[in-house]
């Protein structure tokens, strides 16, 4: 017997979906920075076990914003639990405020099983502050399960993990054994240059940048992958920061970049970044969906 399903990663910014994501599919596939609204697409990880296939989809965080960019993270978060098998809640158990009405809104038309789970745990002192925490969020909504774990530590990380199996229905793989992702690659060389972006600048720069891989092609003499990328921004002053005295920044942020990705593909790789202007391109549809910002179901 073999069970297969959808497992949806909803919640606010910052409160370790992606982490979690990480975590649990035990490759990292999604960009982590301490910085709030990282995740902008519906990001796909498969965590194949025996007996078991989790196709987990980790979402942008549900808040209120406006914008093209922002309504079609929004659109996107709330999608997520649509046609799942389950849906889990990634709250932060260290904030003061429970429960969170934002976040309990798109469970409102779910008629699947829900987790809640209570993220960050470690952070929670003395550990008899986390009882008030479950039981406010117990009365909020009917969970089937309540978890709190640590992602960062891996914390009842494994029993997330056998609880999400148990529910999962009978079904064979719906990808290959190996697969960790259903993106493409150029996604995830996109990605990890975007999350540098967010590491090493400051102030608007991060929220105004996106990734377009130009070409992305394996090389055999000298075996290495040859990657061009451009990176945009909304105005002059972010590309004078982006690029940074004598290109100073440029070169940290190409360095570091390509440092994960050799790591990632296992593979020597040259990468080659640009930045251009691309004015308001946050509010352009067009733009929006050239840079890869389309729903996906």
């Known amino acids: 017997m073999t069970r297969a399903g959808f497992v949806s990663l909803i919640g606010r910014p910052n409160t370790g979906k992606s982490t979690l994501l990480n975590r649990l599919v035990g490759q990292k596939l999604a960009i982590v920075s301490p910085r709030p609204q990282t995740t902008r697409n519906r990001i796909t990880g498969i965590k194949n076990l025996p007996g078991a296939q989790i196709v987990f989809v980790d979402t942008p965080g549900l808040h209120t914003s406006a914008g093209r960019l922002g309504a079609f993270m929004q659109q996107t978060a709330r999608r997520a639990v649509e046609e799942v098998d ?47 925490v479950l039981e406010a969020w117990r009365g909020a909504h009917p969970f089937r399960e309540l978890v709190p774990v640590s992602a960062t530590e891996g914390t009842n990380c494994d029993r997330l993990l056998a609880l ?50 130009e070409e992305l092609v394996e090389r055999k003499d000298p075996a290495c992958l040859y990657i061009r990328a451009t990176v945009f921004v909304e105005q002059e002053s972010q590309k004078g920061i982006l690029i940074g005295k004598g290109a100073a920044m440029l070169k940290r942020i190409g360095t570091a970049a390509r440092r994960e990705l050799e790591a990632f593909f296992g593979i020597k790789a040259y990468l080659g970044l640009t930045v251009e202007v691309r004015r308001h391109w946050r509010r352009d549809g067009r733009a929006l969906r050239e840079f890869g910002f389309m729903l996906t179901s």
């Open 164 to 213: 999400i199996m148990g529910i999962l229905p009978e079904h064979p793989p719906f990808f290959p054994e190996d697969a960790t992702s259903d993106q493409p690659e150029t996604f995830w060389v996109a990605e990890i240059i975007r999350e540098k972006v967010f590491l090493l600048t400051r102030q608007e720069v991060p929220y105004a940048v996106a990734v377009r891989v």
């Open 86 to 132: 389950l849906v889990c809640l990634v709250v932060d158990a260290a904030q003061r405020i429970h429960p969170d009405r934002l976040v309990l809104e798109p469970l409102e038309a779910y008629r699947g099983p829900v987790f809640c789970v209570l993220n960050k745990a470690d952070l929670v002192r003395p550990k008899g502050r986390m009882l008030p």
